[in-house]
């Protein structure tokens, strides 16, 4: 990853989009997925006037002879489309933080590391970042399926995909709702938290609430289930009060007909703005012909990402569980 590079990409999203902002109707995340737009294709795709143009083809041609890899343009998107993010008012706007992204990836490479290629769907994917991540950092081929309702995330993802040179299948639709794709080896989704409002969908779940609205993290806990293969794994980031709630109870007892629980690792508070959004990464294996349950499942609270020293003595620990449990070495 080159620092300077990622600063000249940056720069360039950030003036393109500002621009866009100022001159036709687009907001500042959507002026981000248009300048990406333009890179990828090598001009303006806009209609503008030819003096609007001109700015953009200036930008433009600042960074279309920078050789920079797949890392370098995540990295950059990330950063203005944080900066973005900040301004938007939707709760939904927001990002996986790039220290769990990456560690996401050292478990999604212990659980598939043996595999020369693994299929993966994300159930929510926002801009992509968090699969992304994922993707650029493997070593083994990736095909991959993403869901996303935000109309603006979708085209930050699919900007996104295109300049990394990721083959991904991007879907506008809400994931709850009925899918038409094949069954994956794991299911990587940083979970919406909240209620979901479509009742009629929800009632043909077995996790529906019993009145009321249901919780979408819960539904799509189920989804991911539904659509894994037998014996594939499911990583998601959840809320710390998942199993703390009027509904918890009928979410345990369908987690044991269907799933072996494996791990649930408590990300650092200080991560997050508040206790109430503070989150877990918590990892199942869908319950197949050859597949058994740990004798112990991996609970922990992380470290600080910052502490070097503490954080490799916990992926010590957790590297021994999965030999030990799973004999993952």
Request: a negative charge; aromatic letters at 10%; glycine letters at 6%.
């Amino acid at each position: 990853m080159n620092d300077m590079i990622i600063e000249q990409l940056y720069s360039y999203f950030d003036k393109s989009a500002q621009h866009l902002t100022e001159k036709s109707s687009f907001t500042y995340l959507e002026g981000i997925a248009e300048a990406g737009e333009n890179l990828f294709q090598n001009q303006i795709v806009q209609e503008l006037s030819d003096e609007d143009k001109f700015e953009l083809q200036r930008l433009l041609k600042g960074v279309n002879e920078l050789v920079y890899n797949s890392e370098d343009m995540r990295k950059a998107l990330q950063l203005v489309i944080l900066k973005g993010m900040k301004g938007a008012v939707q709760p939904h706007h927001s990002m996986t933080p790039e220290a769990v992204s990456l560690f996401i990836h050292y478990l999604f490479n212990k659980l598939l590391g043996g595999k020369k290629q693994a299929s993966i769907l994300d159930l929510a994917t926002g801009s992509g970042n968090l699969l992304y991540t994922v993707i650029n950092h493997s070593k083994i081929q990736i095909n991959a399926h993403a869901f996303e309702v935000d109309e603006t995330l979708l085209k930050l993802a699919y900007v996104g995909a295109n300049l990394q040179k990721n083959e991904v299948s991007l879907f506008h639709q809400d994931s709850v709702e009925p899918l038409s794709i094949p069954k994956v080896d794991i299911v990587i989704t940083d979970l919406p938290i909240g209620y979901y409002p479509k009742d009629d969908i929800a009632k043909t779940y077995s996790l529906r609430a019993e009145e009321g609205h249901s919780y979408i993290h819960h539904l799509m806990i189920e989804q991911g289930l539904k659509h894994v293969k037998e014996g594939g794994y499911l990583l998601f980031l959840v809320p710390n009060f998942l199993f703390e709630n009027d509904q918890s109870k009928s979410l345990h007892d369908y987690l044991k007909k269907q799933a072996h629980i494996l791990a649930l690792l408590q990300l650092p508070q200080s991560m997050f703005s508040s206790e109430q959004f503070a989150k877990s990464i918590f990892i199942i294996q869908k319950i197949g012909e050859k597949t058994t349950s740990p004798r112990q499942a991996l609970l922990a609270e992380l470290p600080s990402f910052s502490k070097q020293e503490a954080l490799a003595d916990m992926v010590q620990r957790i590297n021994k569980w999965f030999a030990e449990e799973l004999g993952i070495i």
